[in-house]
């Protein structure tokens, strides 16, 4: 819950004012953000404003308003085009002194603006003071009522729904007449015309002519850009500006949306184009060329005999409809006049002709009938000829065709085939890309799978370093059948079916398995002496050499004899999947 409180500077400034027979004014509301405050507590009376630091916004009172004889209440909107900030601080300050007459503490609020597309928000405070004879103090009477109700979103939606029925009038860009036309007035002068123009449905009027100073000896472009400009109670007007810096429409900082569209060219050598886009105002456009109903069709007869024959013409009364009627030259036919008994029926339809073909030649449609006989029926039809379409077409079938281009949709409007350049032949699903056949070259942009239960699949997954090649070769002599996987730098790993029949697996790297039992059943893991062995006494020429898979571990010289010696061998041991003994 905020906590509220009406300073001492107040009460002082309240008995100050009614000494000198004074009003009190309160005119301005105060937002400050302040580390470490106690939003619970309530303020102290001797409260005193915050450093300018720890103040974030300033804003006039928008309205004040009566509740009763003793209590009047203070107003303020913060618009979306206000922020952004945050504040957990709100006071009401008499500006003429800069005294605080009442605090507010609120849990930190977030004022965010409306800019770059992202939409702001609109915040409406009411602090109510309440104290004896505070209606006369102050000199507010007006009653408190819905003031406070923001209409920004109902007025903007009104503004531009105005301009977008404007819009479908005049199309983007429209000037009436002379309308900010650019004249040369001298070297590095210009003035601009006064007129209405309209810009993406926004009306422009500029009053009275306006003078424009460029810089010389540059090409440049002239452009009127134009906003709807206003505060949020005041009234929104079309402001503009003419500048030389091209760029598209766009919106400022304060969320208005400016619509730019060039006005002239101005060359190096100081001469200007008028490039505007221009036409007379609707009622100058609309003065002389409508018929009245009060003329009576006087208007064609003051045009003269040619307007009065080209009227004639185009109701289909020909030159003799205002003839009198006989049979002579210059009268129209009436009665059994030949003319008329001998002129064609036409309830028959063409069945009273008594040349058929004769009137065809006549009326020249001899070889339109002759191609005629040979066209293909819309209802169907089967051609003996080729069907050519010289220019880019679309064909869908059973569907309409989304793709484009030269294509071919097949029951989905974006499903099918499409050539995308020469020599291309695309293949779509969804509109999705899929496939692509080019010479000697098929692509498939996702998975190649194969199998309609357990499916084998060849994808990728587009974000390798290099590309891959899977291949099959052989040379017809010693590597007859090669199947290899490398990449664009060299390969990988193959494997190999030799000549004799025999299947040869080579990597170019290291063979890392997941799993090192199989391994280890296979290599020696560990080597040992078995149990040692005495042969005996060794003569001066007796053998000296150890057996067959042992080695000799140890001599020792007879003293009892000038040469004997005796020795000592161990067999050798490995351990491959259990210890064995060394054959030889």
């Not at 507010?140 to 503004?159: C, E, K, N, Y």
């Not at 003839?323 to 339809?349: F, H, P």
């Not at 409007?413 to 509109?431: C, H, R, S």
Request: negative net charge.
């Amino acid at each position: 819950m905020t906590q509220s409180v009406i300073t001492s500077a107040f009460e002082q400034l309240k008995a100050q004012e009614a000494a000198g027979g004074q009003r009190i004014l309160i005119d301005q509301f105060v937002f400050a953000n302040i580390p470490g405050l106690n939003v619970d507590a309530t303020p102290p009376d001797t409260e005193v404003l915050p450093p300018d630091t720890q103040i974030v916004h300033r804003q006039d009172v928008d309205r004040a308003g009566m509740v009763n004889e003793n209590t009047v209440a203070y107003s303020i909107t913060l618009p979306e085009s206000t922020g952004d900030f945050t504040f957990n601080w709100m006071g009401l300050v008499s500006s003429a002194t800069n005294t605080l007459c009442m605090v507010v503490y609120l849990h930190p609020q977030e004022k965010i603006k409306t800019a770059n597309g992202k939409q702001g928000n609109t915040l409406v405070y009411s602090e109510v003071m309440e104290y004896a004879g505070a209606s006369a103090s102050t000199g507010i009477t007006t009653p408190v009522s819905t003031w406070q109700i923001d209409f920004t979103a109902r007025l903007h939606g009104m503004d531009e729904a105005t301009r977008k029925a404007a819009l479908d009038i005049y199309g983007p860009g429209l000037f009436f007449d002379d309308a900010f036309r650019l004249t040369a007035s001298g070297t590095g002068q210009a003035s601009f015309a006064p007129g209405i123009a309209y810009l993406r449905g926004l009306r422009v009027e500029l009053d009275a002519a306006g003078t424009l100073t460029y810089p010389t000896g540059v090409v440049q472009t002239v452009y009127l850009d134009a906003a709807l400009t206003g505060t949020l109670t005041g009234e929104n007007k079309a402001t503009f500006t003419l500048t030389s810096q091209k760029t598209a429409d766009y919106t400022d900082s304060l969320g208005q949306a400016h619509y730019v569209e060039p006005v002239a060219t101005i060359s190096a050598s100081g001469d200007i184009t008028d490039i505007r886009k221009t036409r007379q105002p609707l009622s100058d456009r609309l003065d002389g060329e409508f018929l009245t109903q009060a003329g009576n069709l006087k208007e064609i007869a003051d045009k003269g005999v040619s307007a009065q024959s080209d009227a004639r013409t185009h109701l289909g009364l020909g030159s003799s409809a205002t003839c009198d009627t006989g049979t002579t030259k210059g009268t129209v036919a009436a009665g059994d006049d030949a003319r008329i008994t001998g002129a064609m029926q036409k309830d028959q339809n063409g069945a009273d002709i008594p040349d058929k073909q004769k009137f065809i030649e006549n009326v020249g449609l001899t070889e339109t009938v002759k191609q005629a006989a040979g066209a293909v029926q819309k209802t169907g039809d089967t051609m003996t000829g080729k069907l050519t379409l010289p220019q880019t077409s679309a064909f869908g079938v059973n569907t309409d065709n989304a793709l484009g281009g030269s294509s071919i949709a097949i029951g989905d409007n974006d499903t099918g085939i499409k050539q995308n350049a020469d020599g291309v032949l695309d293949f779509y699903a969804n509109g999705q890309l899929v496939a692509r056949i080019q010479p000697g070259t098929l692509f498939v942009i996702n998975a190649v799978q194969a199998g309609d239960g357990k499916k084998l699949a060849l994808s990728s997954n587009n974000n390798s370093a290099l590309g891959a090649n899977f291949n099959l070769w052989g040379n017809g002599g010693d590597r007859p059948t090669v199947i290899e996987l490398g990449d664009d730098e060299s390969w990988h790993l193959y494997s190999q079916r030799n000549a004799d029949g025999s299947i040869q697996f080579c990597t170019v790297g290291q063979v890392v398995p997941g799993n090192y039992g199989n391994f280890d059943a296979r290599y020696v893991q560990n080597v040992q002496r078995g149990a040692p062995v005495s042969p005996g006494k060794i003569d001066e020429y007796g053998p000296a050499e150890a057996p067959a898979g042992c080695v000799l571990t140890n001599a020792r010289h007879d003293p009892t004899t000038k040469y004997g010696v005796f020795t000592t061998y161990r067999p050798l041991q490995i351990y491959i999947n259990g210890w064995r003994t060394i054959a030889g």
